[in-house]
């Protein structure tokens, strides 16, 4: 994973920057037995900020690979049910590949499971054999994990719903970091997951709670922006036009599957007004070969630069702080009008960062439309395409965008938060009732990719001239391998 972002710091792919200061209260340390529990795991039943004040494991998997695994506390009575367990385990094992979201978040990948570890949990850490699947455990598990460092408990709690519907990636374990000192951890020793702790290891007292937490979760293979951004470069290349085509028709076919995944989640109530190609990550979907010994991914994937990428299918693998989860009583929800605003965020930054014709192939896959824009008859439309058509959901979404739109009002972050001006242009634009080169999300877009001027007219053919440093933006991101 490489950043695409201009404007976004790169971080090493150790977790020196996220961990090193944490490193001598908490060693890496080689790994050991001790007498072995049957896991006791329970569904959270209560706040999930206070439960990690006392610092608890937290997890949440797909019912295809826990029956109950919508929220998981793990049993603190055993290894990995701390976060002592967990950081001793990151920080014995180093990541391959490393991307920043922002100054304070950052996600650290392996790629597999290195022969090196002999501490990652197996399925029998997340209850009894009728709850987990083991074989379907393996398979999410096998492909490596990555570390999220620096998230919220509102990046946790929608990142653990997503997994529970399949929309976003396993969550193996999250908790806060300060509970994985030394300090808190008594004379807890680097044990196998379900080793059995004594009482006063496995109830530390609680500690405030600084707003830092670790996620770790199934790794992707790569990030939507890195696949954009591989088109940007075989555009200007002589040598590697020729994938160009290829490519795009990927960038098209995946589109679908992003959007699927949008909607899963705006059906649920989740509006993510930030959603951009590096929210996106492909996660491979491992299944047993012909050979019925060796496994192999299916889903996208493409020829990169530095070989061949192995195939993962579409997942969100971030939440910025535009996005939310409303609540049952906001009466004022419209889940047309959630998914039509996610999908144009993530066609307004993808015009910004990757320009027009990037944004064109995800823009033609949800209008109907093939990758040079021709419009495909209705017998050659994807299944269940209504559910996920750009013009379906702006005919949908219409009667109720002036009231979508002013609940947003104070989502965000500072400065760039929505403000009532902005959920009336946002309202004018669900309702496909502005100019061709109105500025869709102009002041989120600015916030998630470092742009002062972005461009991000997704319904005109051109924006204004671009400025000398969007120019140099795109000149880079198409000659350099970021």
């Known amino acids: ?44 039943a209560t706040s999930l900020d206070a439960l990690l004040r006392t610092g608890a494991v937290v997890a949440s998997f797909p019912s295809t690979v826990h029956k109950n695994g919508v929220a998981l506390h793990l049993d603190p009575t055993t290894a990995a049910g701390t976060a002592a367990f967990w950081m001793r385990g990151l920080h014995s094992t180093p990541s391959a590949l490393s991307f920043s979201y922002s100054e304070d978040a950052a996600l650290h990948a392996t790629v597999g499971i290195p022969d090196a570890v002999d501490w990652f949990p197996a399925e029998s850490t997340y209850g009894a054999p009728d709850q987990v699947d083991a074989d379907a455990y393996e398979l999410a598990s096998a492909a490596g994990y990555a570390v999220l460092t620096g ?11 997503a997994a529970a519907i399949g929309a976003g990636p396993c969550i193996f374990g999250a908790f806060d970091p300060a509970h994985g000192c030394a300090e808190d951890a008594g004379d807890f020793d ?18 405030p709670h600084d707003g830092e937490l670790f996620v770790v979760s199934a790794a992707p293979s790569f990030l939507l922006a890195d696949l954009l951004n591989e088109r940007d470069a075989a555009e200007g290349d002589s040598f590697r036009k ?43 979907k491992l299944v047993v070969a012909d050979d019925g010994e060796t496994l192999e991914s299916t889903g996208y994937g493409y020829e990169g630069r530095t070989g061949t990428v192995t195939k993962g299918t579409p997942k969100v693998a971030h939440f910025g702080p535009f996005s939310t989860k409303f609540r049952q009583s906001v009466s004022a929800y419209n889940a047309d009008a959630s998914y039509l605003a996610s999908m144009l965020s993530l066609l307004a930054s993808t015009r910004a960062v990757h320009g027009m014709r990037a944004m064109e192939l995800l823009k033609f896959a949800i209008d109907g439309r093939d990758a040079t ?47 009532p001006q902005d959920a009336e242009q ?21 916030a998630t990719t470092g742009l002062d001027a972005p461009d991000c007219c997704v319904f005109a053919p051109r924006c204004e001239e671009e400025d000398a440093e969007m120019k140099r933006v795109r000149d880079a991101l198409a000659k350099t391998h970021l």
């Open 1 to 44: 994973m490489h950043s695409a972002v201009p404007a976004r710091p790169a971080k090493p792919a150790p977790l020196r920057d996220a961990l090193s200061l944490r490193r001598e209260a908490c060693p890496p340390g080689s790994i050991r037995q001790r007498a072995q529990k049957t896991p006791v795991v329970r569904t959270i």
């Open 151 to 161: 998230a919220t408990v509102e990046t946790l709690r929608l990142g653990m719903h």
């Open 190 to 207: 680097f044990y196998t997951a379900n080793s059995a702790l004594t009482e006063a290891v496995a109830t530390p007292p609680p500690s």
């Open 242 to 284: 020729v994938l160009l085509p290829g490519l795009e028709a990927t960038i098209h076919q995946a589109a679908l599957g992003v959007a699927r995944q949008v909607r899963a989640l705006a059906d649920r109530r989740v509006l993510m007004l930030d959603l951009n190609s590096t929210s996106v990550g492909f996660y491979p």
């Open 373 to 419: 824009g021709v419009r495909l008859p209705e017998p050659d439309l994807p299944e269940n395409f209504a559910s996920i058509s750009l013009e379906a959901a702006v005919r949908n979404a219409s009667p109720h965008a002036e009231t979508f739109a002013s609940a947003l009002v104070g989502v965000g972050k500072g400065a760039a938060s929505v403000s």
């Open 426 to 446: 946002l309202a004018s634009v669900l309702q496909a009732k502005v100019k061709e080169d109105t500025a869709v999300l102009p002041k989120v877009v600015a």
